[in-house]
């Protein structure tokens, strides 16, 4: 299996064999969280969550220990998948395990805790970025609004990238394309692709005034991207000031931001101010 010049580890044979060996097929109904504090808590919603959602092809291999004192099998990994397959197919379906002779909590405790505390779960851009391959529909058309007003997706701090993708996704799954493109041209009207344009709190920010003062016929954009362009030239100098009327009001983020706005906005007005 190694090879010259080459990163590969060399396994021997026999002994991958026997370890493969150990991955049977279980009874769940024999699966149970034998030694409490070796685990974390059950959580219902996450089960409930697995059951509703159920495809064989995630589930994976569990890892549990052999029969504790001739009964139950202590699951050090998977009982939340354990509990959901119990739950919508019955005690006696069989699901594939990696049976460890495993006869110490201790021993279980110190697995469980390296089981889950070496994984590395992706970030939100690599999530991102995988459900547009997977051609998810609300991430790929983001994706193509995103590229459309000159950004990209990148975890990168550089000009032009675009990482808020959680509030973005959530922002036009629940208020649609038009206003989400609202958003962005904003967004660029006022500060281009510089960097930190499209920061979380200014997307969710401009979100909120938009709700809030999208509709109304006598709000003058042209004026509001001009406050915007003289006070807050640089998209972290809007940040830093949303935050100071975060901490003064003790609002959310979001509302501070449109309070913000709303300030600047009724700067130069004598009249038809923002309420």
Request: with cysteine.
């Given at each position: 299996?190694?090879?010259?010049?080459?990163?590969?580890?060399?396994?021997?044979?026999?002994?991958?064999?026997?370890?493969?060996?150990?991955?049977?097929?279980?009874?769940?109904?024999?699966?149970?969280?034998?030694?409490?504090?070796?685990?974390?808590?059950?959580?219902?919603?996450?089960?409930?969550?697995?059951?509703?959602?159920?495809?064989?092809?995630?589930?994976?291999?569990?890892?549990?220990?052999?029969?504790?004192?001739?009964?139950?099998?202590?699951?050090?990994?998977?009982?939340?998948?354990?509990?959901?397959?119990?739950?919508k197919f019955g005690p006696d379906m069989e699901v594939p395990c990696n049976i460890l002779n495993v006869t110490d909590p201790k021993v279980a405790a110190d697995?469980?805790?390296?089981?889950?505390?070496?994984?590395?779960?992706?970030?939100?851009?690599?999530?991102?970025?995988?459900?547009?391959?997977a051609e998810y529909p609300a991430q790929v058309a983001v994706n193509d609004m995103v590229m459309e007003y000159g950004y990209h997706?990148?975890?990168?701090?550089?000009?032009?990238?675009?990482?808020?993708?959680?509030?973005?996704?959530?922002?036009?799954?629940?208020?649609?394309?038009?206003?989400?493109?609202?958003?962005?041209?904003?967004?660029?009207?006022?500060?281009?692709?510089?960097?930190?344009?499209?920061?979380?709190?200014?997307?969710?920010?401009?979100?909120?005034?938009?709700?809030?003062?999208?509709?109304?016929?006598?709000?003058?954009?042209?004026?509001?991207?001009?406050?915007?362009?003289?006070?807050?030239?640089?998209?972290?100098?809007?940040?830093?000031?949303?935050?100071?009327?975060?901490?003064?009001?003790?609002?959310?983020?979001?509302?501070?931001?449109?309070?913000?706005?709303?300030?600047?906005?009724?700067?130069?007005?004598?009249?038809?101010?923002?309420?």
């Amino acid at each position: 299996m190694s090879a010259r010049g080459s990163n590969v580890v060399s396994v021997d044979p026999p002994r991958l064999r026997m370890r493969l060996n150990n991955v049977q097929m279980v009874r769940v109904g024999d699966i149970s969280v034998v030694w409490v504090k070796a685990q974390r808590g059950l959580s219902s919603t996450k089960v409930a969550d697995i059951v509703d959602n159920f495809d064989e092809r995630l589930f994976g291999v569990l890892t549990v220990t052999e029969p504790v004192d001739g009964m139950m099998r202590h699951a050090i990994d998977g009982q939340h998948r354990a509990s959901a397959v119990l739950q919508k197919f019955g005690p006696d379906m069989e699901v594939p395990c990696n049976i460890l002779n495993v006869t110490d909590p201790k021993v279980a405790a110190d697995l469980f805790f390296r089981l889950n505390t070496t994984r590395t779960k992706p970030n939100s851009v690599e999530r991102f970025n995988v459900a547009v391959l997977a051609e998810y529909p609300a991430q790929v058309a983001v994706n193509d609004m995103v590229m459309e007003y000159g950004y990209h997706v990148s975890s990168g701090q550089s000009a032009g990238s675009f990482s808020a993708v959680e509030s973005a996704v959530r922002i036009y799954a629940k208020r649609g394309e038009d206003h989400f493109r609202e958003i962005m041209e904003l967004v660029t009207d006022v500060w281009g692709v510089q960097q930190g344009a499209v920061d979380g709190l200014i997307i969710r920010g401009f979100s909120r005034f938009f709700l809030k003062h999208g509709d109304n016929k006598k709000f003058d954009r042209t004026s509001l991207i001009s406050q915007l362009q003289r006070k807050c030239p640089f998209p972290n100098s809007f940040v830093g000031a949303a935050k100071q009327v975060r901490g003064m009001t003790h609002t959310a983020a979001d509302a501070a931001t449109c309070a913000y706005m709303e300030g600047l906005y009724n700067e130069k007005k004598k009249t038809y101010k923002l309420r």
